[in-house]
Protein backbone atom coordinates (compact mmCIF):
# COMPACT_ATOMS: atom_id res chain seq x y z
CA UNK A 1 0.00 0.00 0.00
CA UNK A 2 0.87 3.61 -0.38
CA UNK A 3 1.57 4.93 2.80
CA UNK A 4 0.60 8.46 3.25
CA UNK A 5 0.43 11.45 5.94
CA UNK A 6 -1.86 14.45 6.17
CA UNK A 7 0.05 17.78 5.79
CA UNK A 8 -0.31 20.25 7.93
CA UNK A 9 -3.96 21.92 7.55
CA UNK A 10 -3.34 25.46 7.84
CA UNK A 11 -0.66 24.46 4.75
CA UNK A 12 -3.69 23.39 3.28
CA UNK A 13 -5.53 26.02 3.88
CA UNK A 14 -3.04 28.24 2.83
CA UNK A 15 -2.65 26.28 -1.18
CA UNK A 16 -6.61 27.13 -1.59
CA UNK A 17 -7.13 30.17 0.05
CA UNK A 18 -7.93 32.23 -3.27
CA UNK A 19 -11.05 29.55 -3.57
CA UNK A 20 -14.01 29.86 -2.25
CA UNK A 21 -15.73 26.54 -2.57
CA UNK A 22 -13.91 23.33 -2.83
CA UNK A 23 -14.94 19.55 -3.84
CA UNK A 24 -13.05 16.94 -1.41
CA UNK A 25 -12.03 13.69 -2.60
CA UNK A 26 -10.73 10.33 -0.78
CA UNK A 27 -9.73 7.37 -1.42
CA UNK A 28 -11.57 3.57 -0.02
CA UNK A 29 -7.91 2.31 -0.17
CA UNK A 30 -4.56 2.78 1.34
CA UNK A 31 -5.74 6.61 2.02
CA UNK A 32 -8.05 5.19 3.92
CA UNK A 33 -6.32 2.67 5.71
CA UNK A 34 -3.89 5.47 7.04
CA UNK A 35 -6.51 7.83 8.18
CA UNK A 36 -5.96 10.05 5.31
CA UNK A 37 -8.44 9.56 2.84
CA UNK A 38 -11.57 8.01 4.35
CA UNK A 39 -15.17 9.07 4.85
CA UNK A 40 -14.19 10.23 8.82
CA UNK A 41 -10.79 11.97 6.91
CA UNK A 42 -13.09 14.08 4.88
CA UNK A 43 -15.61 14.65 7.28
CA UNK A 44 -12.90 16.49 9.51
CA UNK A 45 -11.44 18.14 6.60
CA UNK A 46 -14.92 19.69 5.65
CA UNK A 47 -15.29 20.93 9.13
CA UNK A 48 -12.39 22.30 9.33
CA UNK A 49 -12.75 24.23 6.02
CA UNK A 50 -15.95 25.21 7.30
CA UNK A 51 -14.81 26.95 10.50
CA UNK A 52 -12.30 29.06 8.12
CA UNK A 53 -14.96 30.42 5.71
CA UNK A 54 -14.83 28.22 2.87
CA UNK A 55 -17.95 26.18 1.71
CA UNK A 56 -17.44 23.02 0.76
CA UNK A 57 -19.52 21.62 -2.15
CA UNK A 58 -19.73 17.46 -1.61
CA UNK A 59 -17.67 15.13 -0.73
CA UNK A 60 -16.34 11.66 -2.49
CA UNK A 61 -14.54 9.01 -1.55
CA UNK A 62 -14.27 6.29 -4.60
CA UNK A 63 -13.43 2.73 -4.42
CA UNK A 64 -9.67 2.98 -5.89
CA UNK A 65 -8.41 6.94 -6.23
CA UNK A 66 -5.58 5.64 -8.71
CA UNK A 67 -8.13 4.75 -11.16
CA UNK A 68 -8.79 7.92 -12.95
CA UNK A 69 -11.77 5.82 -15.12
CA UNK A 70 -13.23 4.48 -12.46
CA UNK A 71 -12.83 7.62 -10.50
CA UNK A 72 -14.69 9.68 -13.06
CA UNK A 73 -17.41 7.19 -12.99
CA UNK A 74 -18.18 7.84 -9.23
CA UNK A 75 -17.79 11.14 -10.02
CA UNK A 76 -20.50 11.57 -12.56
CA UNK A 77 -23.25 11.08 -9.60
CA UNK A 78 -21.65 14.15 -8.06
CA UNK A 79 -21.18 16.68 -11.21
CA UNK A 80 -23.79 19.34 -9.87
CA UNK A 81 -21.09 20.09 -6.67
CA UNK A 82 -18.30 19.02 -8.64
CA UNK A 83 -19.22 22.11 -11.13
CA UNK A 84 -19.85 24.84 -8.31
CA UNK A 85 -16.43 23.80 -6.99
CA UNK A 86 -13.68 26.48 -7.74
CA UNK A 87 -10.97 23.91 -6.71
CA UNK A 88 -10.69 20.28 -5.22
CA UNK A 89 -8.63 19.28 -2.71
CA UNK A 90 -7.33 15.53 -2.98
CA UNK A 91 -7.42 13.10 0.46
CA UNK A 92 -5.25 10.56 -1.39
CA UNK A 93 -1.28 9.67 -2.38
CA UNK A 94 0.30 11.52 -5.21
CA UNK A 95 -1.08 8.97 -7.76
CA UNK A 96 -4.58 9.85 -6.80
CA UNK A 97 -4.10 13.35 -7.30
CA UNK A 98 -2.87 13.01 -10.15
CA UNK A 99 -6.03 10.91 -11.07
CA UNK A 100 -8.14 14.28 -9.68
CA UNK A 101 -6.11 16.19 -11.85
CA UNK A 102 -6.48 14.31 -15.50
CA UNK A 103 -10.30 13.85 -14.72
CA UNK A 104 -10.33 18.02 -13.36
CA UNK A 105 -9.36 19.20 -16.62
CA UNK A 106 -10.49 22.84 -15.66
CA UNK A 107 -10.30 22.99 -11.85
CA UNK A 108 -7.28 23.52 -9.58
CA UNK A 109 -6.25 20.22 -7.94
CA UNK A 110 -4.62 21.10 -4.25
CA UNK A 111 -3.00 17.43 -2.60
CA UNK A 112 -3.76 17.17 0.74
CA UNK A 113 -1.37 14.44 2.01
CA UNK A 114 2.32 13.62 1.52
CA UNK A 115 2.81 10.56 -0.03
CA UNK A 116 5.46 8.66 1.87
CA UNK A 117 6.63 4.97 1.05
CA UNK A 118 4.98 1.82 -0.59
CA UNK A 119 4.95 -0.53 2.36
CA UNK A 120 2.85 -2.42 5.00
CA UNK A 121 0.46 -2.12 7.60
CA UNK A 122 2.19 -4.02 10.67
CA UNK A 123 -0.52 -3.32 13.14
CA UNK A 124 -3.62 -0.59 13.51
CA UNK A 125 -2.36 2.71 12.60
CA UNK A 126 1.64 1.27 12.34
CA UNK A 127 3.18 1.14 8.85
CA UNK A 128 6.96 0.47 7.58
CA UNK A 129 8.09 0.34 3.66
CA UNK A 130 8.39 -2.38 2.49
CA UNK A 131 9.56 -1.94 -1.19
CA UNK A 132 11.18 0.30 -3.28
CA UNK A 133 9.30 -0.39 -6.71
CA UNK A 134 13.17 -1.26 -7.84
CA UNK A 135 11.61 -2.82 -11.10
CA UNK A 136 13.87 -6.22 -10.42
CA UNK A 137 12.93 -8.19 -7.57
CA UNK A 138 15.55 -10.14 -5.49
CA UNK A 139 13.98 -10.79 -2.97
CA UNK A 140 13.48 -14.49 -4.33
CA UNK A 141 17.29 -14.98 -2.91
CA UNK A 142 17.43 -13.20 0.60
CA UNK A 143 14.13 -15.24 2.25
CA UNK A 144 11.89 -13.16 1.48
CA UNK A 145 13.03 -9.57 2.83
CA UNK A 146 14.02 -7.07 0.80
CA UNK A 147 17.81 -5.41 1.76
CA UNK A 148 17.32 -2.67 -1.08
CA UNK A 149 14.58 -1.20 1.05
CA UNK A 150 15.61 -3.07 4.63
CA UNK A 151 19.36 -1.91 4.47
CA UNK A 152 20.01 1.75 4.47
CA UNK A 153 22.59 1.12 2.35
CA UNK A 154 21.00 -0.96 0.18
CA UNK A 155 23.71 -3.46 0.38
CA UNK A 156 23.04 -6.28 -2.10
CA UNK A 157 25.44 -8.88 -0.39
CA UNK A 158 25.35 -8.23 3.64
CA UNK A 159 26.45 -7.70 6.33
CA UNK A 160 28.37 -4.30 5.95
CA UNK A 161 31.32 -3.97 8.30
CA UNK A 162 29.15 -1.87 10.57
CA UNK A 163 26.77 -4.21 11.89
CA UNK A 164 27.30 -4.56 15.62
CA UNK A 165 25.30 -7.63 17.90
CA UNK A 166 22.70 -7.20 15.02
CA UNK A 167 21.73 -3.88 15.15
CA UNK A 168 22.50 -1.82 11.94
CA UNK A 169 24.72 1.05 12.22
CA UNK A 170 22.85 3.50 10.72
CA UNK A 171 20.91 2.98 13.90
CA UNK A 172 20.55 1.02 17.13
CA UNK A 173 16.79 0.70 16.67
CA UNK A 174 17.07 -0.78 13.58
CA UNK A 175 18.14 -5.12 13.33
CA UNK A 176 20.52 -5.60 10.66
CA UNK A 177 18.53 -6.51 7.70
CA UNK A 178 21.15 -9.27 6.50
CA UNK A 179 21.02 -10.32 10.11
CA UNK A 180 16.93 -10.79 9.84
CA UNK A 181 18.06 -12.79 5.86
CA UNK A 182 20.52 -15.10 7.52
CA UNK A 183 18.16 -15.76 10.54
CA UNK A 184 15.20 -16.41 7.81
CA UNK A 185 17.36 -18.53 5.63
CA UNK A 186 18.72 -20.46 8.84
CA UNK A 187 15.13 -21.34 9.53
CA UNK A 188 14.16 -22.39 6.38
CA UNK A 189 17.72 -24.69 6.00
CA UNK A 190 18.42 -22.55 3.15
CA UNK A 191 21.50 -20.96 3.82
CA UNK A 192 23.06 -22.41 0.95
CA UNK A 193 21.46 -19.36 -1.02
CA UNK A 194 24.10 -16.94 1.06
CA UNK A 195 27.12 -18.72 -0.67
CA UNK A 196 25.64 -16.93 -4.04
CA UNK A 197 26.80 -13.61 -4.62
CA UNK A 198 24.12 -11.18 -5.85
CA UNK A 199 25.13 -9.45 -9.14
CA UNK A 200 24.81 -6.09 -9.01
CA UNK A 201 21.14 -4.19 -9.85
CA UNK A 202 20.08 -3.13 -13.26
CA UNK A 203 19.19 0.12 -11.77
CA UNK A 204 17.90 1.08 -15.22
CA UNK A 205 14.92 -1.15 -14.37
CA UNK A 206 13.40 1.15 -12.06
CA UNK A 207 13.53 4.18 -14.37
CA UNK A 208 11.01 6.67 -13.82
CA UNK A 209 8.37 7.48 -15.10
CA UNK A 210 7.62 3.66 -14.89
CA UNK A 211 4.93 2.26 -16.97
CA UNK A 212 3.45 -1.14 -18.03
CA UNK A 213 1.36 -1.49 -20.68
CA UNK A 214 -0.17 -4.88 -20.85
CA UNK A 215 -2.61 -4.57 -23.71
CA UNK A 216 0.44 -4.05 -25.98
CA UNK A 217 1.29 -7.29 -24.76
CA UNK A 218 -1.66 -9.28 -25.66
CA UNK A 219 -2.12 -7.36 -28.62
CA UNK A 220 1.51 -8.70 -30.22
CA UNK A 221 0.94 -12.56 -28.65
CA UNK A 222 -2.80 -12.27 -31.31
S1 LIG B 1 13.94 -6.08 -4.37
FE1 LIG B 1 13.03 -4.31 -5.42
S2 LIG B 1 10.99 -4.96 -6.07
FE2 LIG B 1 11.73 -6.45 -4.55
S3 LIG B 1 10.88 -5.74 -2.62
FE3 LIG B 1 12.92 -4.83 -2.83
S4 LIG B 1 12.67 -2.85 -3.80
FE4 LIG B 1 10.77 -4.00 -4.06
S1 LIG C 1 24.41 -2.82 9.42
FE1 LIG C 1 23.14 -4.14 8.11
S2 LIG C 1 21.27 -2.97 7.65
FE2 LIG C 1 22.81 -1.52 8.45
S3 LIG C 1 23.80 -0.69 6.68
FE3 LIG C 1 25.06 -2.45 7.31
S4 LIG C 1 24.24 -4.22 6.18
FE4 LIG C 1 22.74 -2.54 6.00
Redesign the pocket.
Known sequence: MIITKQKDRHKILGHVKKYKSLFLLGCSECASLCGTGSEEALSDMAKFLKEHGKEVTGTLVPKTGCQTLGTKIELKSDKEACDKADAVISMSCGAGTQSATEIFQDKPVCPANDSLC?GNMTRYQMFDE??????????GH?GGI????NCPKGILNGPCGGMTEGKCEVSSELECAWVRIYTRHKKLDSLDEMKETLDA?DWSA?QKPGFLNLRKKKEETK
Not at 146 to 149: L, S
Open positions: LRCSLCGECVITCPVTKG
